[in-house]
């Protein structure tokens, strides 16, 4: 059965960084893209950016173009996100998702979320 | 960005209704669509994909119509594990973008 894991939660001060990790299970993480999603308290969903595991590509949303950091180690499966610069907008469930493009595109499988708190 | 709107943004609701929930684009994203369930704390659910598709393992109570610019989720006859969050998703163009979320409440 797929599984994406996250890492746990985190509490940082402005100017920080943090890099959330996202394991997969039950699959190789090579085989489909992987993409992050935040979602801030009483706020909707924003797209930060996409990975392709198996090559390294990566694309950004605009508003993350200059803070946003994709990695992966392939040898144990796992996705990472590390965001720069952080501020207390970025208080915010941050989200890795398996990304299946069959018919379009979406997002099948979710890992259980992990919230980072920007404080100073 | 294609802006997506979702409607109404919470309701309540009796165990055995028929909820529709409405996601409408700013542009059309043809039938590139997706509907998902969210419960606190779990990570969210792919229901629908591409307008009118059943993921595996969903009830069939669920189902999505639509296409361009206006799409439909539907839940017949409502069960008491439904009560979450369902939000839209349009995977048409970059960046995908979401709805704003409806959140589906016990009456």
């Known amino acids: 059965q797929v599984h994406l894991v996250q890492s746990g939660a985190e509490v940082k001060k402005p100017g920080a960084s943090v890099k959330v990790s996202c394991k997969a299970s039950g699959y190789s993480v090579t085989t489909f893209d992987i993409s992050w999603v935040r979602q801030a308290t009483g706020q909707g969903l924003e797209w930060m950016g996409w990975?392709?595991?198996?090559?390294?590509?990566?694309a950004k949303a605009q508003n993350f173009q200059d803070r946003l950091t994709l990695t992966r180690d392939t040898s144990i499966d796992t996705v990472y996100m590390e965001l720069s610069g952080l501020k207390s907008e970025d208080t915010a469930v941050y989200f890795c998702?398996?990304?299946?493009?069959?018919?379009?595109?979406?997002?099948?499988?979710w890992g259980q979320g992990t919230l980072v708190t920007v404080s100073s | 960005d294609i802006q997506m709107t979702q409607s109404p943004s919470s309701l309540s609701a009796s165990v055995g209704d028929r909820v529709t929930i409405t996601c409408r684009a700013s542009q059309s994203v043809s039938q590139y669509l997706n509907w998902y369930q969210h419960k606190p704390g779990q990570a969210p659910k792919l229901l629908i994909y591409?307008?009118?598709n059943l993921q595996t393992g969903v009830p069939s109570r669920f189902s999505g119509s639509g296409s361009g610019t206006d799409f439909t989720l539907t839940i017949t006859s409502l069960q008491p594990e439904d009560f979450a969050t369902y939000f839209c998703h349009q995977s048409f163009s970059i960046p995908p973008t979401f709805g704003g979320g409806t959140k589906v409440e016990i009456k």
């Open positions: 990975m392709n595991p198996q090559n390294g590509n990566t």
């Open positions: 591409t307008a009118s």
């Open positions: 998702a398996r990304e299946i493009r069959y018919s379009g595109s979406f997002f099948e499988s």
